[in-house]
Structures are given as C-alpha cells and as structure tokens.
C-alpha cells in the first residue's frame, strides 16, 4: 500500500530533551515536507526537501532540523524542544512535476 | 502577500441539507488549488486539484469549482460519514509553496 508513515505517532516530552520524528513514504516520491498544524493558524510548512540532500526552509522553521540522506526517509529533528513546540505534525511527499501531496497520519507532540 | 481563506470556520448541516464551502485566495501565479478532507486525528486526505478558472471537478456528493478569485466546495445531500473538516491550499508559482487556508469544519446530523 502506498504510504506516509510517520512515528511516532503521540510524544509526551520535556523541554530541552532531544527528539527525532520519523518519517517515511514508499512511492519513491522526490519532495517531502514538514508541516505543523495549531488552532487557528492552520498548516504551516516547516522544512521541504527536493531531493536527496537537498533541503530548505518553509514558513516556521525555527527551532527545527531536518536532514534527507535517503530518498523515502525525511526525519524532524528538534535538538532542544519548547512548550511552544506542542503541535500536530505531518510528514508530506509528492512525485516530482505534480503538485499534489499526500500526509501522513500526523505525530502529536506535547512539550511540557 | 499569498493568502487564503476558507469559510464559514464550521458549518453544521442535516443530513441532506446541501450547502457550499468557500476558499477564497490571492496568489502569485497560480500553480493549482486543492480540497482535502481531513478526519480528527489523521492527515489531510486529498480530494481535488482544480486548475485554472472554469474547471470543475466531482466525487460522489462533493463538486469543486474555481474561478480567479475563488473556490467553493458543493455538497450535495449529505451524509454523516461526510463530517469532517476540509481544508483548501493553493501552489503559489512565486515562492513554490503550498498555502493553506484555516479549514471549514462540516458536521452532518442524521
């Protein structure tokens, strides 16, 4: 089955304490991205990455690494969470040339 | 400054009322408009790309339309099962990104 998966999928965490959302899709898809949804703000691109090694910042990116070293694996990164980290996070891939995605089911991240 | 907004925020409809949601937008060389369906607690399901102005797109009970300033989002006689919230986003050619508007959640009573 074509899929986004991402884990995991709910983390409870505390400020400043390391952690890594995984993210990977099985359609050989060249773009990924990242994204955040809050209340009110809607969803908001994170980082984006083309292709194999080839990444960039989105809208919100502060606070946020990401790094793409294989084509289908694109991980978040955040070195030093924040209460202000505390989001709904998804994971995208499209195929070069289109401009539809396709997400993942989303990791809920609560940073106390 | 690429914008888009959806309304109303929430709409509650009994089943087999039909109704519209609107997606208003302003972008920079516009490179496609999309409707997804979102259910609490998963990701954005894909639902339509609409183009360019004119073009309409159909599944089931939903109909997509877009004209230069706008989208709407047809409901034809709905079902429970097509409560959920949906959410519009436009490609803006300008900065290649994808925009998302704030969502309009529907709620269908039986």
Known sequence: EA????????LITVTG????????????????????????LGLRQIYYSMNVEVTDK???PEGYKVSRKEKRNFPLIL???SPNQTSLYFCA????????QYFGPGTRLTVT | EDQVTQSPEALRLQEGESSSLNCS??????????????????????LFTLYSAGEEKEKERLKATLTKKE????????????SATYLCAVHSGNTGK?????????????
């Open chain 2, 25 to 46: 937008y302003t972008v920079s060389g516009l490179r496609g408009l999309f409707w997804y369906r979102q259910d609490p607690g998963k990701g954005p399901e894909f």
């Open chain 1, 3 to 10: 899929q986004v998966t991402q884990n995991p999928r709910y």
């Open chain 1, 58 to 60: 989105g809208d919100v």
């Open chain 1, 93 to 100: 891939s499209k195929p070069q040339g289109s401009y539809e």
């Open chain 1, 79 to 81: 070195e030093s969470p």
């Open chain 2, 98 to 110: 994808l925009i998302f508007g704030q969502g309009t959640t529907l709620q269908v009573k039986p």
């Open chain 1, 17 to 40: 304490k390391k952690l890594t959302v995984t993210c990977s899709q099985n359609m050989n898809h060249e773009y990924m991205s990242w994204y955040r949804q809050d209340p009110g």
């Open chain 2, 71 to 82: 989208s709407f989002l047809h409901i034809t006689a709905p079902k429970p099962e097509d």
